[in-house]
């Protein structure tokens, strides 16, 4: 029993907590009343019916729900029961090491109901019904705060960014919001930058992944681009300062900010081939296996092995463009000619199949097959928001925001800034700036 300690509620029927999104300026662990979870302690669950007693249990190392639930007491038959029945909910399910799982009990050994975050968006719920048990999945109720940082480049945008403590996530989307407007591999010393951003946090305190930037900004030299998530009527989009979309037809960067380190030419000498060929297109050097993604939606028209390019990727934008994708390690699983994909959707990862001496991504565009350089290339005409004056309180809001972000610390904070927060929006898992 020393693996399901369990501590006594009232006895009274226990009903369900709603936890909504909230944008506060508080300090983190104020905010998701943040503390160490022990192996097993009490918590309050949705529940309709008299709960004797609650496990919030943080899975160890080697642990699986059978072991878990063997522990509580419970016998093979139930737990192979339970074990089936979580399956059928979510898929195949591993328990992950510091994740929470929750067990209902109305007796000692009698489990009524278990809750377990399959990853960073669902959990899983399985209930007793009677004789039976039935399951489902629900998204993943998340708390949501503004997190806010700045810096300055000494050496590259990417270096500084992550001195300054801005998560990976968010360094690509910064790069994916202002890369239109700002080229990063010009970025000189000195130039200085801040960001705000959505900080998700589990209702069990596990940080996740961050959300979406609500706005970026970059000075250099004399220039200053700024970039601003507004909701224009109800269809999320990135805006420069004028209420312009920044979000062109295609990602400019293919693969999660890192560096470029070849870029679009007509003559370069080839490492391999030893000959002086034209390079169009542009290479991404990253590590093996960074996922590379769709830079616009489309259609797959290769998806395989292809001579030279290695494992290769090229998708038909329609009006005549392409975009191809080369040397990848591997092709995301399912990914075939005829099948449509979205901008941003993963289609495979960093490699070095073909004719490469290193992992990267040889990254093409074509417009009515002649080669365009991807990084300045401009293939869509930008739409102004449609209503001007509601942009503009939107944009001071998010000003104010930017405004707020602390200075950056002498090392990397351990921890986000929190920075004031801005009214909460009516959907989970949505901030709405209009408000």
Known sequence: MQNCRRYLSSGLPVLGVIVSVVLSGQPAAARTGSHHISKSESVTLSATRPVLSTTRHQVQRGETLSSILRGCGLRQGEITQWDAALQRAAGKVALSPGRVITLEFTSPTKLTSLSYAVDNQTRAIVERSGRALRGRTEPLVVKVSVAGAQGVVEKNFHLAALQAGIPDRV????????????????????????????????????????????????????????????????????????????????????????????????????????????????????????????????????AGRNGEYGNHVAIDHGEGMV??????????????????????????????????????????????????????????????????????????????????????????????????????????????LTR
Request: charged share 20%; aromatic share 10%.
């Open 171 to 302: 360094i690509s989307q910064m790069a994916d919001i202002l890369g239109w407007e700002f080229d990063f591999r010009h970025v000189r010393r000195g130039d200085r930058f801040r960001v705000v951003y959505e900080r998700r946090v589990s209702a069990d305190g596990r940080v996740l992944p961050p959300g979406k930037v609500l706005a970026a900004e970059i000075h250099s030299g004399r220039r200053i681009v700024q970039g601003f998530y507004y909701d224009d009527d109800g269809e999320g989009t990135y805006v420069d300062a004028k209420g312009t979309a920044l979000r062109q037809s295609f990602l400019r960067y293919p693969v999660e900010f890192t560096q470029i380190s070849s870029v679009f030419s007509n003559q370069r000498f080839h490492p391999i081939l030893k000959t002086n060929r034209p390079h169009n297109g542009v290479d991404f050097a990253a590590p093996p296996g960074t996922p590379v993604r769709a830079a616009g939606d489309g259609v797959v028209s290769w």
């Open 323 to 432: 975009t191809t994708y080369s040397h990848l390690r591997g092709i995301a699983s399912g990914l075939r000619p005829g099948m449509r994909v979205r901008q941003g959707q993963v289609i495979g990862f960093v490699g070095q199949t073909g004719l490469a001496t290193g992992p990267h991504l040889h990254f093409a565009l074509f417009r009515n097959q002649q080669y365009m350089n991807p990084l300045t290339a401009r293939v869509t005409l930008r739409q102004p928001v449609r209503n001007a004056a509601r942009f503009q309180v939107a944009k001071q809001t998010l000003l104010t925001q930017l405004a707020n972000v602390p200075l950056p610390p002498p090392t990397a904070p351990a921890e986000p800034i929190a920075v004031a927060g801005l009214a909460p929006s009516q959907r989970v898992g949505v901030v709405t």
